[in-house]
């Protein structure tokens, strides 16, 4: 079984969960590979809750089967979990209890040991990572949701996990606080975490992922590294005053036109480039064509865009 980017980490194969007449998810054969920055795409109600919660032996297969760094889920799940840090349930805490006393017990029932000052350590480690650092010692139930998530993070993050799998992540939290919780992925991954998150922001995931996976309905509708979706058409978008003389010079090769933009079949942007201006023609724009991400979903789910950032209808 192949993974994404190094060697698999998570693989499912004809992965499905029924809920009654529901078919929550549906014959998903996933690819995490390791150091992967798996972004799970997917309008709310396309079953990626459900997909992570599987993998984490939260909630059982109807059929299908999974394997998590080597180990069959649900038969070894008790091997796998101490090396993956995750928050899907939402960022459950004890609202009486502050952060840090929160960590503290989380992290007494994990499966780290040490002495006391190591765990008060591991703590506060896990709380500066999220930008908790300085929080006093009021009580989770006066945290902002923003807060919360960070918590739930640095609850992920308390044994440096080799896997993070988070549902959601940037939920209720602010622009700044979305870069910095973009940022601290960024750099746990390039410490060697690979990183599974669900989203139904096709910016977040645009913005972060180096693989993208797209859910529709149940279904895996589409898995691919980021650098094959954004890699040049094999077309170049070209803007010129001198369009209809552009057209007559390339010969059919000028696929498009809108006033004073062409797009023109080539692979080379740059040799395109010097034959216009050899040809005594002027380039006021000239860029590889590349599709972003929200195209190639739309082009698959044949959806509208707006499905991504609210419910979709009878799911
Ligand atoms: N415990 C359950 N019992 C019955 N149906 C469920 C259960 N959990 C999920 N479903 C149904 O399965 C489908 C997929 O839900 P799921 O929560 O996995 O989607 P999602 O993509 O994670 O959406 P969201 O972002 O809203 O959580 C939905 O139709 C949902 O109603």
């Known amino acids: 079984m192949s993974g994404g980017g190094g060697g698999p980490i998570v693989v499912t194969r004809g992965l499905t969960k029924q809920y009654g007449r529901v078919v929550a998810v549906r014959d ?151 870069r910095e919780v973009r940022d601290l992925l960024r750099a746990l991954n390039e410490d060697g975490t690979t990183i599974l998150l669900c989203s139904h922001l096709l910016g977040e995931v645009e913005e972060l992922c180096t693989r993208v996976g797209v859910m529709d309905r149940g279904r895996l509708v589409l898995q691919r590294d980021m650098a094959d979706v954004r890699a040049p058409t094999g077309r170049v978008e070209v803007r010129t005053p001198d369009a209809a003389r552009v057209v007559a010079l390339l010969d059919g090769r000028v696929e498009h036109r809108d006033g004073d933009r062409l797009l023109v079949r080539a692979a080379d942007a740059a040799e395109l480039n010097a034959r216009l201006v050899a040809g005594g023609l002027r380039v006021t724009e000239i860029r590889p064509q590349r599709h972003t991400l929200e195209e190639v979903v739309l082009s698959l789910t044949g959806a509208s865009a707006d499905r991504f950032d609210r419910p979709a209808e009878g799911a």
Do not use: C, W
Request: hydrophobic share 40%.
């Open 28 to 178: 998903v054969d996933l690819d995490v590979g390791a150091g992967d920055r798996y972004g799970l795409l997917g309008p709310n109600g396309s079953g990626k809750t459900t997909l992570v919660r599987m993998l984490l032996g939260l909630v059982f297969a109807t059929s299908g089967r999974i394997e998590v760094m080597g180990r069959p889920i649900p038969r070894r799940t008790g091997e796998v979990l101490p090396l993956v840090g995750a928050m899907v349930e939402g960022p459950g805490a004890y609202g009486h209890l502050s952060g840090r006393a929160n960590l503290a017990l989380l992290d007494a029932s994990g499966p780290g040991r040490g002495s006391r000052r190591t765990r008060r350590r591991r703590v506060d480690e896990a709380l500066e990572r999220v930008g908790l650092g300085g929080v006093d010692d009021r009580p989770v139930k006066a945290y902002s949701l923003g807060m919360r998530q960070r918590l739930g993070l640095a609850a992920a993050l308390l044994h440096a996990p080799r896997l993070l799998i988070l549902d959601e992540p940037t939920n209720g939290l602010d622009p700044r606080g979305i």
